[in-house]
């Protein structure tokens, strides 16, 4: 596995597995075939309420904690200092862990600088290795990092081809936050595993446009954490450490980006209704 550093030292597989709309019924079995397939790098939040299949896989795998790096993330419903302290030992527990190697703000809505300290607290604690963000844009993310004692190491946002987080990343690079993406394959959208251009170039070094979408970000310096639920495409999506783009390709990629979300617009005042609406 290949690493990125963090800002306060700490080294993150550049790929892990993501667990975002994976039954909770399903995570613990998904999880244990991603662990079978080499993922350390695992993915999960509060919201998706799939923490206990997580940690009931990575404690049944015999594979010793150290080697994993677990992310979860706190809901807007937890937010808050009190709540979102209350909801990380919560999570603790799911997880059947002491620590979580990554802790994020999930959504920049409801009273995130309070969760924010919790954050602070629980990493000053030792019960979180790093500290982190997900959906901050450029202005909310500043803001955070001029007014938090220990700065957010991470900041995870829609990223794939088609919306690369140009502007963002500038920010992100400025304040020394790594860029994660979420939805890496736009979760399908668009035919985005048909599209002309990816697989005429995905074809070039024999591989499948996933593989070309993943190896692209990893190669931009974006930490990736696609999601499925099948085990062969778990491991086509972790085979990514054996080719690299050539110039030409990386510029043919970068051009594809429309700047604009397959999902949804985080500065619409719907989607902070919709959001804080969102009960776990
Ligand atoms: N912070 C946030 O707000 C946020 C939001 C969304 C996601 N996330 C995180 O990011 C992770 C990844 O994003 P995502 O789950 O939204 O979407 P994604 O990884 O872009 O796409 C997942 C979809 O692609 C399919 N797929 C996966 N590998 C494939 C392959 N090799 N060939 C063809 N199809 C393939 C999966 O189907 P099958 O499962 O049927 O194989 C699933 O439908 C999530 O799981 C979650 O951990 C975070």
């Given at each position: 596995m290949e690493y990125f550093t963090l800002s306060n030292g700490l080294k993150m597989p550049k790929l892990g597995y993501g667990v975002y709309q994976v039954d909770p019924a399903e995570a613990q079995r998904c999880v244990s075939e991603a662990i079978a397939a080499g993922y350390r790098h695992i993915d999960t939040a509060q919201?998706?309420?799939n923490e206990e299949g997580v940690g009931a896989a990575v404690s049944q795998s015999?594979?010793?904690?150290?080697e994993f790096f677990l992310t979860t993330k706190v809901w807007i419903s937890n937010a808050g200092e009190e709540a979102a302290a209350r909801s990380i030992d919560e999570s603790l527990k799911k997880l059947r862990t002491?620590?979580?190697?990554l802790l994020l703000i999930?959504?920049?809505?409801?009273?995130y600088y309070g969760t924010y300290r919790a954050m602070e607290q629980a990493y000053a604690q030792g019960q979180v290795k790093a500290v982190g963000v997900s959906n901050f844009f450029a202005d909310r993310l500043v803001d955070l990092c001029l007014h938090c004692k220990i700065p957010p190491m991470v900041n995870q946002m829609e990223t794939h081809v088609f919306y690369q987080q140009k502007q963002t990343r500038i920010w992100m690079d400025k304040y020394k936050v790594l860029h994660e993406s979420w939805g890496p394959f736009a979760?399908?959208?668009?035919?985005f595993f048909s599209h002309p251009e990816l697989t005429r170039i995905a074809s070039k070094y024999g591989k499948s446009v996933a593989q070309l979408a993943l190896r692209f970000l990893i190669e931009k310096g974006v930490a990736v954490i696609p999601k499925s639920t099948h085990k062969e495409r778990m491991a086509e999506n972790f085979a990514i450490f054996d080719f690299k783009l050539e110039e030409e390709d990386l510029k043919a990629l970068t051009a594809l980006?429309?700047?604009?979300?397959?999902f949804l617009d985080h500065y619409a005042p719907e989607t902070a209704e919709m959001l804080s609406g969102w009960k776990i």
């Open positions: 919201a998706y309420r015999g594979v010793p904690r150290e002491d620590y979580i190697d999930h959504q920049p809505f409801g009273d979760e399908g959208r668009n035919n980006d429309a700047n604009k979300s397959s």
